[in-house]
């Protein structure tokens, strides 16, 4: 239902992204124009890994300015059945959860991952989050900021809600779990969707390559792993090391040169 305005708009976008053939780059870049496509996937990378089950039939918001080229863009709104609550624990696969409801943000999420462009973005900006802002470094260390802040009045909340105050450490303590465990288990089920239209194993090309030193490199990229190899003119490197999925450390074979363009 439209808040405020009417539904026009909205209509218009889902049928474009009901209708058209995604595969094409040309509708890819006409999606872009539809909506905010970078807000789009951060919004559902963070319900995803969330693990938010009362969504996405459910619980979301949209917006678009009242202009000609205005985008959609969307809000996460009363996700609290999420981080492990319901479905308990962290390896609910909730990305196969979102393609299979009836739901505006399924129907736009089914069409573009048609698109291997998309697929191609989503992976990268998954891999983005998972070491950024929802690694467990962070979201532990705002589960504790938070913990901080209420935790002088918890003991009096417990007495008078009936409950344990080891209850709720056990709860914090749930929450850090989740943190600690849901992004492999999140990027594996996204990887390994026979919806992702993308080869299981492929070759890709380096962003950049930086020289560490005469007989080492280090290569700029996306979805490296700890089965990834390094090639020098099809010789491999004798000791990748995987710094992250953006990062890989190669010692250059011996009798390899660093002359010219890598």
Sequence with gaps: DALDGTTQEWS?????FRSTNMTAPANYERAQQRIDLENYTSYMILNIWAQNHDWPHNNWYAARPRREDGKWIFLSWDAEFGLGRNPGGWSADTFTHVLGRNSSLSTIMS??????????????????HLEGPLSPQNVITEIRRHKSAIEGDMIEECRMSGQSIGTWNANVRTLEVFAQRRGPA??????NSARI????????????????DPGEIRIIGTR????????????PSPRPERGSSRELLAVVPADMSLEGQP
């Excluded at 999140?186 to 990887?191: D, E, F, R, S, V």
């Design 12 to 16: 218009s976008m889902l049928s474009f």
């Design 111 to 128: 069409s573009l991952i048609n698109s291997p462009d998309y697929a191609q973005y989503l992976i990268d900006e998954l891999d983005r």
């Design 186 to 191: 999140i990027g594996t089920a996204i990887l």
């Design 197 to 212: 239209p993308m080869p299981r194993a492929r070759y890709t090309r380096p962003n950049a390559i930086e020289l560490v």
């Design 224 to 235: 490296f792993t700890d089965n990834t190899t390094a090639t020098f003119n099809d010789i």
